[in-house]
C-alpha cells in the first residue's frame, strides 16, 4: 500500500494505525534510541510519540509537509520536551548504539575490531556540534532524505546537503587522526 493511500486511511480508520506503525517505528525507533542515553527513557519517549501520532493522526494536513516530516517533528519536540522536562544539558549519547553491521557471525577478531571501530565513530560524532549530530541521526539513523531533514529543522536542503558534507568530512579526518579510515 502506497503511504499517501495509508495516510489517508488512519485519518479515517484506526485499523490501518497498525500498518503505520510497521512502516515508520523502526525509524523512529533508531531515532530516539540515539538521541536519548537511557534505554528505559528512550523506550517511554518512542510510546509517547506513537501515542501523539496515533492520536493526532486526524489534524494531520498534506498541503503542509510531507507526514514524514510532521512525524518526525512530533518525535523531535518529544525529545526536546524531554530534555526540558529534565532541566539537563542536552547531550546525545552515542554509548550502546549497535547496528547489525554483517550477516553472517563475525570472527572474534572482527568483533574486536568493529567494536573499536565503532568506539572511534561515535565518538567521532560526539564531537559534532549539536546541529550535525541532530542531521546526521536524522539522515543515517532515521532515513530521512535531504529534503525532510530540512524542513523538520527549519533550513534550506542545500544548506542541510552542506552541513552534511562538512561534517562527513570533519569525521573523517578525526578517524584518520587515529588511524582509521570512513570508505564512501
Not at 544539558?89 to 549497535?98: A, K, M, R
Request: proline letters at 2%.
Amino acid at each position: 500500500m502506497e503511504k499517501r493511500e495509508l495516510i489517508g486511511l488512519v485519518q479515517k480508520d484506526e485499523t490501518s494505525l497498525t500498518e503505520l506503525y510497521n512502516v515508520y517505528f523502526p525509524r523512529i525507533n533508531n531515532y530516539v534510541h540515539y538521541r536519548v542515553a537511557d534505554y528505559h527513557d528512550a523506550e517511554d519517549l518512542v510510546s509517547q510519540i506513537l501515542e501523539k501520532v496515533f492520536t493526532k493522526s486526524h489534524s494531520y494536513q498534506e498541503n503542509k509537509a510531507p507526514f514524514s516530516v510532521w512525524l518526525f517533528r512530533i518525535a523531535r519536540n518529544t525529545i526536546t520536551d524531554y530534555y526540558r522536562s529534565r532541566k539537563g544539558v542536552h547531550n546525545i549519547s552515542l554509548d550502546g548504539y549497535t547496528r547489525d553491521i554483517v550477516a553472517r557471525e563475525p570472527e572474534p577478531a572482527e568483533i574486536v575490531e568493529l567494536n573499536e571501530l565503532q568506539h572511534h565513530l561515535l565518538k567521532a560524532i560526539a564531537s559534532l556540534s549539536q546541529r550535525e549530530q541532530e542531521i546526521i541521526a536524522l539522515k543515517f539513523w532515521s532515513d530521512l532524505s535531504n529534503r525532510e531533514i530540512a524542513r523538520l529543522v527549519g533550513i534550506s536542503e542545500s544548506n542541510t546537503g552542506v552541513i552534511l558534507f562538512r561534517a562527513m568530512r570533519q569525521l573523517r579526518l578525526i578517524l584518520a587522526s587515529q588511524g582509521m579510515c570512513i570508505y564512501e
